[in-house]
């Protein structure tokens, strides 16, 4: 039995370096994939859009916010291509934030050359899950919040800017931490940290805003509702399931900490 679960314990994460490699190899084509896919999705939500597209300016206001959305996430990553190139070496933060457990320090070089360096093994799948949660909260926007514009109602204007804004700045932020994450950046788990803040600060905030919009019909309300509550309760599983493991993990503290555990003291 031991036999068995160290044969998959090793499959697994030879799977993680796999993905890990595909991913930081093949980016650039899932994004021109990524564009080619929204693309297309954004243009049939705006030639079925709620509200009339006579003119220019009715048009821009409908294709824009799908124009942003698609781009938040490519212009994540060509700003964290530029600021944290393959292979660089970077210099930690002064002040710790994680101080549970007893660790060594460790100079950057000695620790690129530890077996537990890099975003693979369990840690992939986090890194995975940053990138997958881009086109899944694009989808659900697809879906459930119609093309609008100037000619809707208040309450439609309200609500269509605020969802598209949650998308934009919530894909973007995701997408600049997982480069962070796959380029090995110290700062990552703080950046993910203040990710998971804004996307929880966003989804109430956007609650209060779309609730207090004037001659929202009940049943509009009741639908964005469960889809911002949906929302929070994805942000919070996340952090119920990686905060500890951001905190605690010796590939993490290796790979974003340069620390190693004291031998003795886990």
């Given at each position: 039995?031991?036999?068995?679960?160290?044969?998959?314990?090793?499959?697994?994460?030879?799977?993680?370096?796999?993905?890990?490699?595909?991913?930081?190899?093949?980016?650039?084509?899932?994004?021109?994939?990524?564009?080619?896919v929204a693309g297309a999705l954004s243009a049939l939500r705006i030639a079925f859009a709620a509200t009339p597209v006579d003119n220019g300016i009715a048009f821009a206001q409908t294709a824009l916010p799908y124009i942003l959305v698609i781009g938040a996430p490519v212009?994540?990553?060509?700003?964290?291509?530029?600021?944290?190139?393959?292979?660089?070496?970077?210099?930690?933060?002064?002040?710790?934030?994680?101080?549970?457990?007893?660790?060594?320090?460790?100079?950057?070089?000695?620790?690129?050359?530890?077996?537990?360096?890099?975003?693979?093994?369990?840690?992939?799948?986090?890194?995975?899950?940053?990138?997958?949660?881009?086109p899944v909260r694009s989808l659900e926007f697809l879906a459930a919040v119609p093309a609008m514009n100037g000619h809707a109602p208040l309450w439609g204007q309200l609500l269509f800017a605020a969802m598209t804004m949650d998308v934009v700045v919530m894909n973007f932020?995701?997408?600049?931490?997982?480069?962070?994450?796959?380029?090995?950046?110290?700062?990552?788990?703080?950046?993910?940290?203040?990710?998971?803040?804004?996307?929880?600060?966003?989804?109430?905030?956007?609650?209060?805003?779309?609730?207090?919009?004037?001659?929202?019909?009940?049943?509009?309300?009741?639908?964005?509702?469960?889809?911002?509550?949906?929302?929070?309760?994805?942000?919070?599983?996340?952090?119920?399931?990686?905060?500890?493991?951001?905190?605690?993990?010796?590939?993490?503290?290796?790979?974003?900490?340069?620390?190693?555990?004291?031998?003795?003291?886990?």
């Amino acid at each position: 039995m031991q036999g068995w679960m160290k044969q998959l314990s090793e499959h697994l994460y030879r799977k993680s370096v796999w993905a890990i490699a595909s991913l930081e190899h093949g980016l650039g084509r899932l994004l021109l994939l990524w564009i080619g896919v929204a693309g297309a999705l954004s243009a049939l939500r705006i030639a079925f859009a709620a509200t009339p597209v006579d003119n220019g300016i009715a048009f821009a206001q409908t294709a824009l916010p799908y124009i942003l959305v698609i781009g938040a996430p490519v212009a994540a990553y060509l700003i964290g291509n530029s600021l944290f190139p393959r292979g660089a070496l970077y210099e930690q933060p002064q002040i710790r934030l994680a101080r549970y457990g007893k660790w060594r320090q460790v100079d950057c070089l000695t620790a690129r050359q530890h077996k537990l360096f890099g975003p693979t093994g369990l840690m992939a799948s986090l890194v995975i899950g940053m990138m997958l949660n881009i086109p899944v909260r694009s989808l659900e926007f697809l879906a459930a919040v119609p093309a609008m514009n100037g000619h809707a109602p208040l309450w439609g204007q309200l609500l269509f800017a605020a969802m598209t804004m949650d998308v934009v700045v919530m894909n973007f932020l995701y997408m600049l931490a997982f480069m962070m994450a796959l380029r090995n950046v110290p700062w990552f788990p703080r950046l993910l940290l203040l990710v998971w803040g804004v996307d929880i600060v966003s989804q109430v905030g956007i609650a209060h805003v779309v609730s207090n919009a004037p001659g929202l019909p009940t049943q509009v309300g009741e639908a964005m509702g469960g889809l911002l509550a949906g929302n929070l309760k994805k942000v919070a599983i996340s952090v119920a399931i990686w905060l500890p493991y951001l905190l605690l993990s010796e590939r993490v503290n290796l790979t974003y900490r340069g620390r190693v555990a004291v031998v003795g003291s886990r």
